[in-house]
T-cell receptor, first 117, second 110 residues
């Protein structure tokens, strides 16, 4: 099946710093990638939808200047949390949709646990 | 609206019993309904899905039913096993977005 990787798997940073998370589709070309945030014991909340070569579409309430998304190729999307604060600590998960097959199937990455001190 | 209502939030069953999780939605344009299983700290795993032109789908011990008129769909797990213990999410798909339910924590007691 399709494989999606994320890097790093976990990161601890100081308040005010920026953190970049990478999401890669390893064996398929992803026309669309999704970024989710999941707080402990809660559901996945869609943050933004990223299409290759175009600007990301952010969900209501998600600050696009704080959560920068770049989808430079069909296999890579990045999420940068700028000026991170403790309230940004969360589990960030990406998923990718596969071109050429059923584009409404999404494959999840393993997630990145961000802790902001 | 966009939300998917999911019930119950927690479910505890004895090994071998059946478990049922129910979800409702309001957007009639939704046409694809996958279910995910998530173990603690892991990524969600697709376990079964159903499209709007089908009323029921079964895969071994797992089945999903969809009532598009009433806008609700359900997950049925039979002969539950301890390894079925996890959080289950229903989702709906529309206009290139997935909307998740709030999750059901299933505990299967041996």
């Amino acid at each position: 099946g399709a494989v999606v990787s994320q890097h790093p798997s976990w990161v601890i940073c100081k308040s005010g710093t920026s953190v970049k998370i990478e999401c890669r589709s390893l064996d398929f070309q992803a026309t669309t990638m999704f970024w989710y945030r999941q707080f402990p014991k809660q559901s996945l909340m869609l943050m933004a939808t990223s299409n290759e070569g175009s600007k990301a579409t952010y969900e209501q309430g998600v600050e696009k200047d704080k959560f920068l998304i770049n989808h430079a190729s069909l296999t890579l999307s990045t999420l940068t949390v700028t000026s991170a604060h403790p309230e940004d600590s969360s589990f960030y998960i990406c998923s990718a949709s596969s071109w050429g097959t059923s584009t409404d199937t999404q494959y999840f990455g393993p997630g990145t646990r961000l802790t902001v001190l | 609206g966009e939300n998917v209502e999911q019930h119950p939030s927690t479910l505890s069953v004895q090994e071998g019993d059946s478990a049922v999780i129910k979800c409702t939605y309001s957007d009639s344009a939704s046409n694809y309904f996958p279910w995910y299983k998530q173990e603690l700290g892991k990524r969600p795993q697709l376990i079964i899905d159903i499209r709007s032109n089908v009323g029921e789908k079964k895969d071994q011990r797992i089945a999903v039913t969809l009532n598009k008129t009433a806008k609700h769909f359900s997950l049925h797990i039979t002969e539950t096993q301890p390894e079925d213990s996890a959080v289950y999410f229903c989702t709906r798909y529309n206009f290139n977005k997935f909307y998740f339910g709030s999750g059901t924590k299933l505990n299967v007691k041996p």
